[in-house]
């Protein structure tokens, strides 16, 4: 058996996390999805499209597109998600992971040198599987959020660490 590269096994746990979290607001009542709360983000909803706005403007930073293209994305995504239902976000964030996994799998060298502008930040010289560690540090500092934003509403949130997911994934095999 092949073993994945520690980025492509990393993203896999950004998706089986999210997953977990998509599956358990479903079984919560609708309006905590929506309920403004005192906290990071206004509501679970607003923070699902600011995870899901980061994760497309990684993406493209990683295929190498141009500023404009990833500004592009950025309208494009305020618009798809302006109604951010439940159903449509977890569909968008399914679309999008299936991108990466695309993405991920047909990259040659997953540690190759990429240098990206930021507009503001100016150049960055790393490597594409430190902007996956990013992508996925990313996901979790807001899941974090989610789990406090579902608790400070009266429920219990899902055990999404890493060490889970690796768990699980040993049990499946």
Known sequence: MVRK?????????????NDKFFARLKELPEDIYIQEIQSVFPSIAETLVHMYMVDTIWLGVM???SMA?????IASVQEITKDNQLQKMEKLFQ???????????????LDKEISPEHPQFGRLDTQL??????VVN???Y????LSAMIRQQGYASVANDYVFYLYEGKAEK
């Open 95 to 109: 679309d999008l992971s299936a991108e990466y996994q695309t993405f991920l799998h047909h990259e040659s060298d």
């Open 142 to 145: 807001h899941r974090g959020n």
């Open 69 to 73: 293209e990833i500004q592009a994305s």
């Open 129 to 134: 599987s430190e902007l996956v560690q990013h």
């Open 5 to 17: 590269h520690h980025a492509q096994q990393l993203y896999d746990y950004h998706v089986w996390a």
């Open 138 to 140: 990313h996901g979790t």
């Open 63 to 65: 295929k190498g597109n």
